[in-house]
């Protein structure tokens, strides 16, 4: 089966721009992640969603960021008014259910945003 | 503090030998699950090895093992007769099961490079 994509794979746009990343996460995974990744650094966790539940957004670093899922699947992560620190691998991951300790989760390719 | 730490930022180790990758967690939740994640230079997050705290076992997958000592809170990775494959950078994770969330907590990594 398809795993987690996630589009574009690569984006370089302007400061001040705003940008869309996209994540289809795997089908009937009813938690997704989003998660920056600064080169050669660990994760860091931007936001959750569970179901149709409210989404944990308490990584979200600052309030350019926003992101949406909609119908329990697809998400969209927005980044307005993008800045140079900005830059990084975007990681998106699904999990199949939150209330199992031992579920790992699913990762997609990431996209790797460039901000000039 | 930090919840998990990983004190080796890089190591280098010779084909076919084999290598521990550290990893120490911080928890006062007696529930708790702990994951190694590898990160190859195409960026993919693929997951390794599970290992929860009331299992009675050292966890294993193929080459992969996992050093859990429980009270020491250390949940080191083993991996036999490396291969040059192996280079990657590798990320420990914990879940809580207090965490309602179910979130998993990263460690900064530590990037393997296996020599030929």
């Known amino acids: 089966g398809a795993g987690v994509s996630q589009s574009p794979s690569n984006k370089v746009t302007e400061k001040g721009k705003d940008v869309e990343l996209r994540c289809d996460p795997i089908?009937?995974?009813?938690?997704l992640y989003w998660y920056r990744q600064s080169l050669g650094q660990g994760l860091e966790f931007l936001i959750y969603?569970?179901?149709?539940?409210?989404?944990?957004k308490s990584g979200l670093p600052s309030d350019r960021f926003s992101a949406e899922r909609t119908g329990g699947s697809v998400s969209t992560l927005t980044i307005q008014r993008t800045q140079q620190e900005d830059s990084a691998v975007y990681l998106c991951?699904?999990?199949?259910?939150?209330?199992?300790?031992?579920?790992?989760?699913?990762f997609g390719p990431g996209t790797r945003l460039t901000v000039l | 503090a930090q919840k998990i730490t990983q004190t080796q930022p890089g190591m280098f180790v010779q084909e076919k030998e084999a290598v521990t990758l550290d990893c120490t967690y911080d928890?006062?939740?007696?529930?708790?699950?702990l994951f190694w994640y590898k990160q190859p230079s195409s960026g993919e997050m693929i997951f390794l090895i599970y290992?929860?705290?009331?299992d009675q076992q050292n966890a294993t997958e193929g080459r992969y093992s996992l050093n859990f000592q429980k009270a020491r809170k250390s949940a080191n990775l083993v991996i036999s007769a490396s291969q040059l494959g192996d280079s990657a950078m590798y990320f420990c994770?914990?879940?809580?099961?207090?965490?309602?969330?179910?979130?998993?907590?990263w460690g900064a990594g530590t990037k393997l490079i296996i020599k030929p």
């Open positions: 991951a699904s999990s199949p259910d939150r209330r199992r300790m031992y579920n790992e989760q699913f």
């Open positions: 089908s009937g995974h009813t938690a």
């Open positions: 969603f569970q179901g149709n539940s409210a989404p944990d």
């Open positions: 928890t006062s939740d007696p529930s708790y699950g």
């Open positions: 290992q929860g705290s009331y």
């Open positions: 994770a914990m879940r809580e099961a207090m965490d309602s969330n179910y979130q998993l907590i």
